[in-house]
Structures are given as structure tokens and as C-alpha cells.
């Protein structure tokens, strides 16, 4: 059914407010800090670099106090979170090296929250605000639960803390609040706006049972709220030293500084780079189970002078499904490539970075939907699809400067893998769990250098894949394998990095199965795109084997190591679905690699050689791809790879040897 | 002055742009490749990395579409995309920049 404007949402529907516009609605109803221009100009340059750099360690202590205390495998060892430090109205001064894409709109949810809770009820010191609401801000589907503190120096709010996890179930009708069979919100975990859970230093225990009711596991969840209380306790006890050893408006100044620092540096690298515009697409195949729709995110990046402007015009509707997602979901695309194509060495302060970025796009298409739409899934897919396009994009402008190229990067695994686990564990308690193997995903090729094999993703640094052990220890289920894939990465004259595949079944739970939820697109077409001929990489490929031998394999003492070597009736999985595992069924998901850059048959042969002996490329893929004919002992065949070379180089092209069209 | 747009092409002060690898003339300022060869084929020949046909999960038509340098052949931009729409993928340098 379509969506149906909600009378009243319009209240929620946030978009970036301005300092002056905050603290005009704000008033009188809180005293917000300030410092004046003579402050930040009397810094020394010393001073200035201590406490910068006293705030990027905040955010690391942040992460590290969260991580110790979450009792979460997607936040203690897959990084599945961010924290970041933001001046009195919301402007992020520092955000963590964790999943940048989280921390993209805290400024929005922190401005909304002063213009609509300063009044009512009010914000004080030891007060905390959570927010799962992608239309305010704070993340990018309601999994991402942000919670967000007001830090007082002498009666003046002075700055916020704030921290943002993905929660692993928050309610909805599908286990992991990833609903696949969603047409909008209102199949999925409810939104909640910025709510006061935590009042004078106390969780206020009538919010918290409110929060915690809708979750199929609302201990763990319980759990990963006190670590982001005690996130952002440490950040306040640090910022609360620094304000004492240095004075509270020093350390205001260098906030400034930082975000006009971040802004000053960014227009100067911009103003190397020449003026021009780049048009990108990225897709989406399937908006729910059952769909077999192709969705589209179009951009058009305008550099002029020292100005960036991103303009979506072209972009699909929203859709009934769980793929769309909010103005925060666009924004939270955009920031974490401007980090690390743009920003490696300038700060990353997104308050002073957004100054230099103008951003046009239409309420009511994919990555800026109006509510009710399905957002269930917005992190990874079309928050994920708009960090695709804008990678294509950049990428386009750097290519065209000699020296800033070799920053660039091709796609990375272009979108995620998504597969859950849910139902009764090993120890007879109920689990809910997100399986984070594709933190490993292939980076994009370069300029100059082959994509990392599994090195990660681009918008989560510090992201990292769990061990086997890690998720077999805590979950009912065995692995078979965890490998890289040979071919997943795009071919070119530089090879995107290869993704690569996990292989388990369920085991040792009371129930004998598990529960399934898969939300894995890029099977239609393969979404991490090449760049200047590179080919994009492979597509996601999921395979569930029903009734195998596999425990007869066990009692054998073989461990299968091929689909091919574990019977049952196979099912290619489609995007999104929804199903029970039985004790003897097999699942296997392959995520993707990055993009390849170049021409591939300008490879070096020899290069092609060794990624067969490695695995990264099978024999097929170097004679059909590269046009590398090898010898038995895998070298490089010069003289055939010449003459095949130069054959394939017509035929891919559509023409025979006389340079006629083949179809002609 | 010329300026390498990436690593195929190159664009001259007269707005012209050549392919790097054999200065054949490929396009202009406003459409770098639009006297390149484009050819679109089934998604499975890109290769293995393809695991399977498309038509598996999506009803509209995807190719792989491939635009070469007319001379040299030299592969310049490669996507697998609905067949049925149009590349959205286009750059435009402003000239002299």
C-alpha cells in the first residue's frame, strides 16, 4: 500500500538548523556557552594542538568505555558504533574512527533536542537524551540508538557527549527489527525522538521500560544503553579536566578553531582541484521480500572554487519497502567518503566540513524519504547506496589532479551483507544477533595500488569481523569455512580488493534450527562500481542447502570445504527473505569486493599471475577478464597472453579481426 | 595545457578530449566520450565475478555496458546496469580549469 502522509510528522521531519537559528528558538530557556572572537584568536599555537588532540582521544577513551561494557558482539568486536564531541548547539567537533555514518547527524538530532526540549522538559546537568528517530537525526535506521548529554561548566551548557550503537533488536516484526516483508514504518521498531532517559545522573526507570519493552532482548540492549551512559560519563569526566586545567573558554576556542581549521583546510584542498561536475548512479535491486524492483540514487557533484555541491535530482521515489532513508541517512552517506578521500589530514570536525558542502536533494525519493516510509534497513541500503554514488563522484574530481589522485578510491563492498540469527542459544536463553563476516569487505582499487583483500569498509575505519570462535562461542552455530573469494573483486589495470564468503549451519541449540533473516542486494547487479575502465566487482551470492549430509560428513571425520561436496537441495536466496534453518541445513553468504580502476587488460601479466597462486583471481577469470594465458606451472605464457590480448581487445569490443562489427 | 581527466583520457585547453594511450579523439569538455564505442552484452560476460543471471532476481533487462576508445579499443568505463535506462554516468571539466 502507498504511503500516507502522517498528519503531525512534519514536527520530526529535521533538516540542519543554523548556530544563531538554535540559539534564537533556544533563548532564555538554557544558557548556552560562548566565547568570543578575541579568545580564539589569542590561542597559541601549542595550546591549540594539546587539546585538538586531547579531543581526538576523548572520542577513542569513549569507544574503548563502550566496547568494555556493551555485552554486544556487534559493538565489542565488530565496532559497530561512533561517539563524538560537539560544541553547545550541536556542531560535531570530533567524531570517533569507528562507523562514521553513525555519528554523520548527531548535530541534528543535539539542535533539535535544544529547539524542542529546552523548554519542556527542560535540559540539565546529568541529563542524557536517546533518539532512535532518523527523521530528527542521531542515525540512520531506528537500530541506531544515540544517546546524546549536555555537559555544564558553571551553569552554561557548555558542549555535548554523544554516543550511537546499533542495537541488535528493538523490536518489529521481524527479529532484528530488519523487517523484509516491510512496505513503511510502521512494520518496524517505532522511532523515538529525543526522549530525557537519564534525569540529574539517574535512568529514569518509567523511559527505560518504555525503550526496552519492544526489544526481543531488551537485557542486551539494556546493557549497551549504560555503555553509552558511561561513554559519554567519561568524556565528561575528561572534558570536565580539561576545562579545569586550561579554563572553559580555552578550550571553547580551540572547538572553534578546529571547525573553522576542518573548513579553512578543506576549501584550500578544494581549491586545487579544477572546477567541473561528475553525474554517478548507484543501484538497489529489491525494496522487500518479494519485490523485483531496480532502484536508483543519482549525483551530481558541482565542485566550484572551494564549494561542493551534492544534487540527487534523479533520483527514484521512495518505495514500499525497508530500503529507503531520511535527510540524516543521505547526509550520513556523504560525510564518511568526504573523510577519508578528502579529509585524512585535516580534522574531522563535520561541523566545519558541512560549511564547505551545499546539498540538493527532493523530500520524498529514496535517500530522503518523508514518514511513514519503510527505513528499516536505511543504513545499508540507501544511506549506503548514496556513500556508492558519492564515492564515484569524488573519486571523479581527484582523478582529474595529479598529485590528489592517489587518494582516490574505486567502490567498496558495495553494500551489506546482511544475514541474522535468532531464536534459543547454547545455554537455553533467547539471542538475537547481526552476523558482521562482511565488516570484511573488499576495499576499491586506487590509482596506484590494488584494492586491500577483506581490509574493511570505507565508512567504518576501525569496523572489524568477529572471530569464528567469537561467533560460535556465543551463538548456536558452526562454521564450515570463512575464506576470501576468488573473482570477487572488480577486475582492472588495479584490482578491487576481494570479498569473501562464510559457510555454517546451526548447531547445538535446544531448538535443533535457527531463525533467518537475509537483506543482502546486489544479486541482479553487482553495486560496487569500477572507475576509468575498472569493472565493477562481484555480485552477492547466498546459498541455503536443505537436508545436507553434513553431519555424516562430521562423523566421517571430512569437513566439507565445496558446496558442491555437501548434497541437499540448494536455494539461491534472494535479496530479501525470511526462513528457518534445520539442524542440517547448510547457509552460505558471499559478500562483495571493491571496484576495479582501469583498463583490465593493461594489467601486468605477472600480477595476474600471482593473484591465481594466491586465489584473489580463479584461471578462468585471468584468460577471460585480463586476457593472461598461463602455463602449467602458473607463470605467464608472454606470447599467448600477447596474441590473446589483442584477440579479446576486438572481441569484447564487438568486432572481428578485420575491426568488423561481429554482428554486422 | 591539458589536464588527464583520469587514467584514458585527456582534455586539451581547446576543450577537446583525446584518449590518452593513442590521442584519438573521443569527445569534448561537455561529453568526454561521446564519439567512444559502446557496446552492451549479457552481465555474465564481465566475467565470474557474475555468480548469477540476473533474471534470477530482477524482471527489467541488465547488460554490461562497456564504452571503448574508437582506435585502441582501450576500455574507458564498464557498468552492469539496467538495460532500459540511459548512463548517468557523465563528467564535465570545466575548460581552462
Not at chain 1, 227 to 237: D, F, M, R, S, T
Amino acid at each position: 500500500m502507498p504511503v500516507i502522509p502522517v498528519a503531525g510528522s512534519e514536527e520530526f521531519a529535521n533538516l540542519p538548523t543554523s548556530p544563531a537559528e538554535t540559539r534564537r528558538i533556544v533563548g532564555t530557556a538554557v544558557k548556552l556557552h560562548e566565547v568570543g572572537q578575541s579568545v580564539i584568536d589569542a590561542l597559541d599555537p601549542l595550546t591549540y594542538e594539546v587539546i585538538r588532540h586531547r579531543l581526538t582521544s576523548i572520542t577513542e577513551e569513549m569507544g574503548e568505555a563502550l566496547k568494555r561494557m556493551s555485552g554486544s558482539v556487534v559493538v565489542t568486536d565488530c565496532n559497530d558504533f561512533d561517539a563524538a564531541i560537539m560544541d553547545e548547539v550541536g556542531d560535531v567537533v570530533q567524531v570517533g574512527l569507528y562507523n562514521t555514518e553513525l555519528a554523520a547527524s548527531l548535530d541534528m538530532a543535539v539542535s533539535w533536542t535544544l529547539r524542542h526540549r529546552a523548554a519542556r522538559p527542560g535540559i540539565a546537568p546529568g541529563d542524557m537524551f536517546l533518539c532512535n528517530d532518523p527523521w530528527v537525526g542521531g542515525g540512520l535506521h531506528q537500530n541506531d540508538v544515540s544517546l546524546f548529554a549536555p555537559l555544564f561548566i558553571d551553569g552554561e551548557l557548555f558542549a555535548w557527549t554523544g554516543a550511537v550503537a546499533h542495537q541488535v533488536d528493538l523490536g518489529g516484526v521481524s527479529p532484528g527489527s530488519w523487517s523484509v516483508a516491510a512496505t513503511d514504518v510502521f512494520w518496524e521498531s517505532v522511532p523515538t525522538p529525543p526522549v530525557k532517559i537519564v534525569e540529574n545522573g539517574e535512568i529514569r526507570d518509567d523511559i527505560e521500560d518504555m525503550y526496552l519493552r519492544r526489544s526481543r532482548v531488551p537485557k542486551l540492549v539494556a546493557l549497551d544503553l549504560r555503555a553509552k551512559i558511561g561513554a559519554n560519563n567519561v568524556a565528561h569526566e575528561r572534558l570536565h579536566a580539561l576545562c579545569e586545567k586550561y579554563g572553559a573558554a580555552t578550550v571553547k576556542a580551540v572547538m572553534r578553531r578546529v571547525l573553522k581549521d576542518a573548513e579553512t583546510r578543506l576549501r584550500a584542498k578544494l581549491s586545487e582541484l579544477p572546477d567541473g561536475s561528475w553525474t554517478s548512479v548507484a543501484h538497489q535491486d529489491s525494496a522487500r521480500s518479494g519485490d523485483r524492483g531496480i532502484y536508483k540514487i543519482v549525483c551530481t557533484l558541482t565542485k566550484t572554487r572551494d564549494t561542493l555541491t551534492f544534487d540527487f535530482t534523479g533520483t527514484d521515489p521512495q518505495v514500499d519497502g525497508l530500503i529507503n532513508c531520511t535527510y540524516a541517512g543521505l547526509r550520513g552517506g556523504i560525510m564518511p567518503v568526504l573523510l577519508t578521500t578528502l579529509c585524512g589530514d585535516i580534522p574531522w570536525a563535520p561541523g566545519g566540513l558541512y560549511r564547505c558542502v551545499e546539498i540538493i536533494s527532493e523530500p520524498g525519493t529514496i535517500n530522503n524519504c518523508t514518514f511513514p516510509s519503510g527505513i528499516g534497513k536505511a543504513s545499508v541500503a540507501s544511506a549506503w547506496a548514496t556513500t556508492n554514488v558519492v564515492t564515484e563522484c569524488l573519486a571523479g574530481l581527484l582523478d582529474a589532479h595529479p598529485e590528489h589522485r592517489k587518494r582516490l578510491m574505486s567502490v567498496c563492498c558495495g553494500t551489506w551483507d546482511f544475514a541474522l540469527l535468532a531464536g534459543v542459544d547454547q545455554r537455553g536463553g533467547g539471542f538475537v544477533t547481526m552476523l558482521c563476516d562482511s565488516m570484511a569487505g573488499g576495499l576499491g582499487a586506487r590509482t596506484h595500488s590494488d584494492g586491500v583483500d577483506t581490509g574493511g569498509l570505507a565508512c567504518i575505519p576501525m569496523g572489524r569481523v568477529a572471530d569464528v570462535e567469537m561467533n560460535e562461542f556465543s551463538f548456536p552455530m558452526l562454521y564450515l569455512w570463512r575464506r576470501e573469494e576468488a573473482d570477487s573483486g572488480g577486475p582492472g589495470r588495479f584490482r578491487g580488493g576481494v570479498g569473501a564468503s562464510s559457510c555454517f549451519i546451526p548447531y547445538d541449540s535446544p531448538l535443533g534450527g535457527v531463525h533467518l533473516v537475509v537483506s543482502a542486494p546486489g544479486k541482479a547487479l553487482p553495486l560496487a562500481g569500477g572507475l576509468a575502465g575498472g569493472l565493477p566487482a562481484g555480485t552477492q551470492h547466498d546459498v541455503l542447502l536443505r537436508s545436507t549430509s553434513v553431519h555424516e560428513d562430521f562423523a566421517a571425520g571430512r569437513i566439507p570445504a565445496l558446496l558442491s561436496e555437501l548434497g541437499g537441495e540448494a536455494e539461491v536466496i534472494p535479496s530479501h527473505h525470511e526462513t528457518d534453518l534445520g539442524s542440517a541445513d547448510v547457509y552460505f553468504t558471499h559478500w562483495q569486493g571493491g571496484g576495479g580502476y582501469g583498463d583490465p587488460l593493461l594489467r601486468e601479466p605477472g600480477a595476474v599471475a600471482a593473484d591465481v597462486i594466491a586465489h584473489k583471481v580463479s584461471v578462468t577469470g585471468a584468460h577471460d577478464v585480463y586476457g593472461v594465458v598461463l602455463a602449467s606451472d602458473g607463470t605467464v605464457d608472454q606470447d599467448a597472453t600477447t596474441s590473446h590480448r589483442s584477440a579479446l581487445r576486438l572481441s569484447r569490443a564487438g568486432l572481428d579481426s578485420d575491426r568488423q562489427e561481429v554482428n554486422a | 595545457m591539458s589536464l588527464f581527466i583520469d587514467d584514458n583520457l585527456e582534455q586539451h585547453s581547446d576543450g577537446s578530449v583525446t584518449c590518452r594511450h593513442c590521442s584519438h579523439l573521443v569527445g569534448d569538455a561537455a561529453a568526454p566520450m561521446n564519439a567512444a564505442r559502446v557496446t552492451e552484452t549479457a552481465p555474465r560476460t564481465a566475467g565470474p565475478s557474475v555468480r548469477e543471471d540476473a533474471a534470477l532476481f530482477a524482471d527489467r533487462p541488465i547488460v554490461f555496458r562497456r564504452t571503448f576508445c574508437p582506435e585502441c579499443l582501450t576500455l574507458l568505463q564498464a557498468e552492469i546496469v539496467p538495460g532500459d535506462e540511459v548512463s548517468s554516468r557523465h563528467r564535465s571539466l570545466i575548460v581552462g580549469a
